[in-house]
């Protein structure tokens, strides 16, 4: 009783939406090596937040200092107005699912879920009947409740997991890359559960994930980290639609990046394609920098005038994605992927005109 | 599922699996194996329990039958000597896994799951050297001006006269077991995920309760073990009792060696080795049903 008094005075009633977890110049090192270099976010109550970016960008060790299983060098973090930065985890209203789960093998799967109440010091029938609960949503059988959690497949291992989470009845998840031991398949069917589960908790999810795909897939936002530094954060369409740097465009689905610079006499030239005038718009500030093509923005034209910029290609390779195909095609040295239905892009034997719009493209400074 | 089709198929009689075993290229390749073993091992555990029940003072096994040198148990002060070795034993186990746990966990910590097996090899070590030598090494340490003796004499002290007492011989058998207790549970503290750990932390529980619900009950098989190797060996110890014990208690082994050569009585020596052989085999196997030694080797 008086744990639960405790963690209710730790945290007041916020609204749904408002910041609940606040990240104050966080910045981590190892002996003397940062990690996480001065990153401040805003993550709001209820929301499926997912931070992205590749291994060694330091996305577990955020994880950790948000479970309290690291402290930051500097900077603080704020829950609810108050700081939490040297409470210990099992003082935090957080709880995370590993990434290799941690179920504790000695126990049965009901014994699992019912870990954190046991502690809590629950009485036994309302932590059976929760426990059911808890099954019962995340789409575990009865019947399981007295398996042995060694026994269970990968897939209800997880379901585990995730229902032990919610039986320590945390403000917030932590999720640490826990779908990327499973096959694509299930790994689809439980991010749909996954966020179904969200939905359906009203707790803030904070997941962490080298997958964009899975990134864009679940999450009300995305925050991209790169070498210990918030790149950028907002809505999956947000990032996608305007990446502010080559490194979150490439990041997020394939992509052509090709170096711009201005030239004298007005607009703009690439070294990827010498000689050719690159329109972009709106014309940038900068006199140099990247554009983004996005495969989706380039298509075959037959005459240059279709299109704002046409570059003359050769078709290289083709890789079905079954309704459509990836096509790998090459301007001089530089290689270009696009989707298009197949066969668009001709057999190969002669040149392709690639066009895209002078809007459709992306300029970033890097 | 599988537990009930594995009911179903019947255990194999002795015969039948002895005839799979010559059937089989394997079975007869491993064949001087078994032979050995028959004629090395078991072939004198047959004569040792024949003795036993022979009469007594005799020289010939199954010739006779008697139960007469079990009865001499009981009688005179051999018992003593049984719980002498069974509780000295037994003092022994219980004071090294609150030694040995400690330091597991604290090699475990430093040095890595791996490292920590590496290290632990090291306190096998000592052993390269007779057990007898070390054995009067410590006499050299405690005797009168002897090592700690003259030391203290330095600062105008006197070393405690501790030699030759029962508990001197319980300090010789902590000492020397010391390494078969070490090694199992750093094996069994080195097999507990980290994860596991952090997790329960993270569900709420204290540092004890962790320890309590997590980290013991999975370092557990490896205790067992530990206390197991401990108990029999040390069950089974002699040199302790005759070298910095002094004799001060007689130990069941000693026993067993008086019967046979100076008593010159070997049906009783041999009554006495299997009434031991017997209390340990049956402490090994009741221990080694609480063990999942699959779990152990990480085969779970």
């Known amino acids: 009783m008086t744990d639960k008094k405790t963690q209710e005075d730790q945290v007041p009633e916020i609204k749904a939406g408002a910041t609940l977890l606040d990240l104050v110049h966080v910045c981590r090192s190892f002996d003397g090596v940062p990690v996480i270099k001065d990153v401040n976010?805003?993550?709001?109550?209820?929301?499926?937040?997912?931070?992205?970016?590749?291994?060694?960008?330091?996305?577990?060790?955020?994880?950790?200092?948000?479970?309290?299983?690291?402290?930051?060098?500097?900077?603080?973090?704020?829950?609810?107005?108050?700081?939490?930065?040297?409470?210990?985890?099992?003082?935090?209203?957080?709880?995370?699912?590993?990434?290799?789960?941690?179920?504790?093998?000695?126990?049965?799967?009901?014994?699992?879920?019912?870990?954190?109440?046991?502690?809590?010091?629950?009485?036994?029938?309302?932590?059976?009947?929760?426990?059911?609960?808890?099954?019962?949503?995340?789409?575990?059988?009865?019947?399981?409740?007295?398996?042995?959690?060694?026994?269970?497949?990968?897939?209800?291992?997880?379901?585990?997991?995730?229902?032990?989470?919610?039986?320590?009845?945390?403000?917030?998840?932590?999720?640490?890359?826990?779908?990327?031991?499973?096959?694509?398949?299930?790994?689809?069917?439980?991010?749909?559960?996954?966020?179904?589960?969200?939905?359906?908790?009203?707790?803030?999810?904070?997941?962490?994930?080298?997958?964009?795909?899975?990134?864009m897939f679940m999450s009300d936002r995305v925050g991209v980290l790169r070498s210990g530094v918030l790149e950028q954060v907002g809505t999956p369409e947000e990032i996608y639609r305007h990446p502010n740097s080559s490194f979150v465009a490439s990041f997020i689905g394939d992509t052509n990046i090709f170096p711009v610079k201005a030239r004298p006499q007005g607009g703009y030239e690439s070294p990827d394609f010498p000689g050719m005038e690159i329109k972009i718009a709106p014309t940038p500030e900068l006199l140099e920098g990247k554009l983004i093509v996005r495969p989706e923005s380039l298509k075959v034209v037959k005459d240059p005038s279709e299109a704002d910029n046409v570059i003359r290609c050769k078709l290289r390779d083709s890789f079905s994605l079954g309704s459509r195909s990836q096509y790998l095609l090459t301007s001089g040295k530089k290689e270009i992927t696009l989707e298009l239905p197949h066969g668009a892009c001709g057999d190969g034997t002669s040149e392709v005109l690639l066009g895209w719009n002078a809007q459709d493209a992306i300029f970033v400074k890097e | 599922m599988s537990d009930k089709n594995a009911e179903k198929i019947a255990k194999p009689s002795l015969i039948a699996r002895i005839q799979d075993l010559i059937a089989s290229k394997g079975g007869r390749c491993a064949m001087p194996v078994y032979i050995l073993m028959l004629l090395g091992f078991i072939a004198p555990l047959a004569m040792v329990a024949g003795f036993s029940v022979a009469e007594p003072k005799s020289f010939t096994a199954f010739t006779s039958f008697s139960l007469a040198n079990f009865a001499a148990l009981f009688e005179g002060s051999v018992w003593k000597s049984f719980a002498w070795s069974i509780g000295l034993a037994a003092f022994t186990t219980a004071i090294l896994v609150p030694i040995c746990y400690p330091v597991a966990v604290g090699m475990v910590r430093v040095f890595g799951r791996m490292g920590s097996l590496a290290v632990?090899?090291?306190?096998?070590?000592?052993?390269?050297?007779?057990?007898?030598?070390?054995?009067?090494?410590?006499?050299?340490?405690?005797?009168?001006?002897?090592?700690?003796?003259?030391?203290?004499?330095?600062?105008?002290?006197?070393?405690?006269?501790?030699?030759?007492?029962?508990?001197?011989?319980?300090?010789?058998?902590?000492?020397?077991?010391?390494?078969?207790?070490?090694?199992?549970?750093?094996?069994?503290?080195?097999?507990?995920?980290?994860?596991?750990?952090?997790?329960?932390?993270?569900?709420?529980?204290?540092?004890?309760?962790?320890?309590?619900?997590?980290?013991?009950?999975?370092?557990?098989?490896?205790?067992?073990?530990?206390?197991?190797?401990?108990?029999?060996?040390?069950?089974?110890?002699?040199?302790?009792?005759?070298?910095?014990?002094?004799?001060?208690?007689?130990?069941?082994?000693?026993?067993?060696?008086?019967?046979?050569?100076?008593?010159?009585?070997?049906?009783?020596?041999?009554?006495?080795?299997?009434?031991?052989?017997?209390?340990?085999?049956?402490?090994?196997?009741?221990?080694?049903?609480?063990?999942?030694l699959d779990k152990i080797l990480g085969r779970a």
């Open chain 2, 120 to 292: 632990s090899v090291l306190s096998v070590f000592p052993m390269f050297v007779s057990e007898n030598v070390r054995l009067y090494g410590w006499i050299l340490f405690f005797t009168k001006k002897g090592i700690l003796d003259g030391t203290l004499a330095l600062l105008n002290g006197q070393g405690p006269d501790v030699l030759y007492t029962p508990g001197m011989t319980a300090f010789g058998m902590v000492y020397t077991y010391l390494p078969y207790m070490l090694f199992p549970i750093v094996l069994g503290v080195a097999l507990v995920p980290p994860d596991l750990i952090t997790a329960a932390r993270d569900l709420g529980a204290s540092r004890f309760r962790t320890w309590r619900e997590i980290e013991l009950p999975l370092a557990m098989p490896g205790v067992l073990i530990g206390m197991l190797l401990t108990f029999v060996l040390s069950a089974g110890a002699v040199a302790e009792s005759k070298i910095v014990g002094g004799e001060s208690v007689m130990v069941v082994t000693n026993e067993v060696n008086v019967a046979f050569s100076y008593s010159q009585n070997w049906p009783m020596g041999a009554a006495f080795a299997v009434t031991l052989t017997f209390i340990i085999g049956a402490l090994t196997i009741y221990a080694f049903r609480k063990i999942d």
């Open chain 1, 41 to 215: 976010l805003q993550i709001r109550k209820n929301e499926f937040f997912t931070l992205v970016g590749p291994s060694g960008s330091g996305k577990t060790t955020i994880l950790k200092m948000l479970a309290g299983m690291d402290q930051p060098t500097t900077g603080d973090i704020v829950l609810g107005g108050k700081s939490i930065s040297a409470l210990p985890p099992d003082k935090r209203p957080t709880c995370m699912v590993f990434q290799f789960l941690a179920l504790f093998p000695h126990m049965t799967v009901g014994q699992n879920i019912e870990f954190p109440m046991r502690i809590k010091g629950i009485p036994r029938d309302k932590r059976v009947y929760r426990a059911q609960e808890l099954m019962d949503m995340v789409a575990l059988p009865e019947k399981y409740y007295d398996k042995n959690v060694m026994k269970c497949s990968g897939g209800e291992r997880q379901r585990v997991a995730i229902a032990r989470a919610f039986a320590y009845d945390p403000e917030i998840l932590l999720f640490d890359e826990p779908l990327s031991a499973i096959d694509a398949k299930l790994r689809k069917t439980l991010q749909r559960e996954l966020k179904e589960l969200h939905r359906k908790s009203g707790k803030t999810f904070i997941y962490i994930t080298h997958s964009l795909e899975e990134a």
